[in-house]
């Protein structure tokens, strides 16, 4: 039997799409972007409230904390589930969903000083992470070939600038009026952005028919849950606690367990199958790193340039200025996504990866160099900012040239979430070199200077180690394993099998 085409290449791939025309179709890609930057300023905007939380809701710091973990685990949980949802219901339909839940979400903050209803608004909003796998997908079905790869460099670079917008905007709200007005601002934004989706993106037609996974979803965010509870609470509960081994040690067995059940499924929430392979399983293994490596910029960043002059590297920066130091980055995350796709389509999504990867370390190499005058900080940040850039740029054309065109917003959910996993992990690490890199300020614990350069270190050490991850990664063209794993996976091609 001959090989079985791959679904881009083959008879039965689904056809060009038809282009729209109309005030619509010119906005989708814009409607679209605008929902992956609310998501990012809407997982950001708490950032600047955090140390002044505990005194405006009579909480402790252990507990405000749950305002950003919470969204981290519901956004985990919540991206690959929603992914599979919108390749089987409808990928706008999933979107506005997402969309509507980020805004109740925003009304719910606004409205509430109580720290239970926060959190529990904060988990809402985590819904929003799935906004951006669900928009690649809808861009790969709607978008002619010619316009795919700039889009979708586009959408991915949306999560940085989002992320470097969100910081400042909230500071400033928050310094000139008030943190509930913060609220106010996003879920304005957020309704806007809702409203936009329904009226200018079109209903996807590629679907992955079947029975949901209910059992999958329910396993998969067990394990996740255990696993990124344990990480985010360990530097709080210690790692060694019963509480900390007892998650991980779930997490363990439930996805082991999850792993056996999504193998034995007929339509699993997760093709593992497909997962495994090379050219699926090193781009997620990549995201992981470089969402590690992209993460300490900003943790790291914020602090140090607020740290008090007595310190002697600090530049005693207020909350606004801070966030204005990141936004040179989000300027030029949004400037070179359309060089990144340019890049991808002369040489490959697979360079321009490894070449994002390398140039992140290559702004922390900057950060180490000198740390102590504010524009080299601004400079190490953005060149930070430039390598993010090429990396989610094409990491979601990577998995979209490597998975069937029913499954994209399941597997770009999944990248997603080993992004999360990769940030978690990354939050988790910096608290812990910090902590024990600290020094007395004015009867304060305050972090030294060489905590801050081992924070770069490590995060840039990371970075390598995803370039040669994503050195590592096959050629653009399937193998015929991959081709026969894909045909498995779509009724499409046991179709071409059975004409074989």
């Not at 497909?274 to 490596?293: C, I, K, S, Y």
């Not at 200025?321 to 060089?339: A, E, K, N």
Request: proline share 7%.
């Amino acid at each position: 039997m001959p090989p079985i085409p791959a679904p881009s290449d083959g008879p039965d791939a689904p056809a060009e799409p038809v282009p729209r025309t109309g005030a619509r179709a010119r906005l989708t890609v814009p409607v679209l972007a605008f929902g992956g930057i609310l998501m990012a300023v809407m997982q950001t905007v708490v950032v600047p409230l955090l140390p002044d939380l505990p005194r405006l809701t009579g909480s402790s710091a252990g507990t405000v904390s749950w305002m950003v973990t919470a969204t981290l685990l519901a956004g985990a949980v919540l991206t690959p589930v929603l992914g599979r949802a919108g390749d089987m219901y409808g990928k706008r339909r999933v979107l506005v969903i997402a969309l509507g839940l980020m805004t109740v979400g925003s009304v719910l903050c606004a409205l509430s000083s109580d720290i239970g209803v926060l959190i529990a608004a904060r988990a809402l909003q985590g819904a929003a992470a799935a906004v951006v796998p669900l928009s690649i997908s809808i861009l790969r079905d709607e978008l002619p070939s010619e316009r795919t790869g700039s889009a979708v460099a586009f959408m991915s670079s949306t999560v940085g600038i989002g992320a470097a917008l969100g910081l400042p905007l909230a500071a400033l709200v928050i310094q000139y009026v008030n943190w509930h007005a913060m609220f106010w601002v996003t879920t304005a934004l957020g309704a806007a952005g809702l409203v936009l989706a329904w009226w200018a993106v079109p209903e996807s037609s590629v679907r992955a028919p079947g029975r949901f996974d209910v059992l999958g979803a329910l396993g998969l965010a067990a394990g996740l849950a255990s696993l990124l509870l344990g990480v985010s609470q360990g530097g709080q509960w210690g790692w060694g606690s019963p509480r900390i081994l007892g998650l991980f040690a779930a997490s363990v067995l439930i996805l082991a367990l999850w792993c056996l059940q999504q193998l034995r499924a007929e339509r699993p929430l997760v093709d593992l199958r497909l997962a495994t392979l090379p050219r699926v399983a090193l781009p997620h293994l990549t995201a992981l790193l470089v969402g590690f490596g992209f993460y300490a910029n900003s943790l790291v960043t914020a602090q140090l340039v607020q740290a008090p002059k007595a310190t002697g590297y600090g530049l005693g920066l207020s909350i606004v200025g801070s966030g204005l130091c990141l936004l040179p980055g989000g300027v030029t995350m949004l400037l070179f996504s359309p060089v990144s796709a340019r890049i991808s389509t002369a040489r490959g999504p697979r360079i321009t990866l490894a070449l994002g990867a390398a140039v992140l370390a290559l702004g922390y190499a900057v950060r180490i160099a000198d740390s102590s005058r504010l524009w080299m900080i601004i400079a190490g940040a953005t060149i930070v900012a430039t390598g993010t850039t090429l990396a989610y740029s094409a990491l979601p054309t990577l998995i979209l040239r490597a998975v069937p065109s029913g499954q994209t917003a399941s597997a770009n959910g999944v990248n997603v979430l080993m992004r999360t996993v990769g940030q978690a992990t990354c939050s988790a690490a910096v608290a812990a070199v910090l902590v024990h890199h600290t020094r007395p300020v004015a009867g304060a614990p305050v972090p030294t200077l060489h905590g801050y350069l081992l924070a770069f270190a490590m995060a840039g050490t990371v970075a390598l180690v995803a370039c040669a991850a994503a050195l590592a990664i096959p050629g653009d063209r399937p193998s015929g394993r991959t081709r026969r794993a894909r045909g498995r996976t779509t009724a499409t091609l046991d179709d071409a099998m059975e004409g074989a």
